[in-house]
Nanobody, 124 residues
Framework: QVQLVESGGGLVQAGGSLRLSCAAF????????VGWVRQAPGKEREIVAV????????DYADSVKGRFTIAADNAKNTVYLQMGNLSPEDTAVYYC?????????????????WGQGTQVTVSS
């Protein structure tokens, strides 16, 4: 069974850091574009970072550039999102998502595999 499992969310103060993990079961993440997508209350889902197939490149939303880093540990079949200098505007449910299409996903609904999400809350 194909599955994505996120972990690492929690409550952190503004200016703090968190690392989210996305572990894959049933297939190798290296063959997929893997993204972190967040959804804040009352807002649409937003792609914040994408690690392209085979780790060929990374993409970031302007809102997180310079603060977030997406990276993979192929031996653990896990993709991480290191988040730094967090602000209350980063509060959201963060989802790990994957796509095996050739095209890099530009919209959240272009991902076909999703984890269950992990809550990140940043207090001021």
């Amino acid at each position: 069974q194909v599955q994505l499992v996120e972990s690492g969310g929690g409550l952190v103060q503004a200016g703090g850091s968190l690392r989210l993990s996305c572990a894959a079961f049933g297939y190798s993440l290296d063959y997929y574009h893997v993204g972190w997508v967040r959804q804040a209350p009352g807002k649409e889902r937003e792609i914040v970072a994408v690690l392209r197939q085979y780790g060929s490149a990374t993409d970031y939303a302007d809102s997180v550039k310079g603060r977030f880093t997406i990276a993979a540990d192929n031996a653990k079949n896990t993709v991480y999102l290191q988040m730094g200098n967090l602000s209350p505007e980063d509060t959201a449910v963060y989802y790990c998502a994957a796509s095996a299409r050739v095209e890099v996903p530009r919209k959240h609904d272009e991902f076909v595999l999703w984890g269950q999400g992990t809550q990140v809350t940043v207090s001021s």
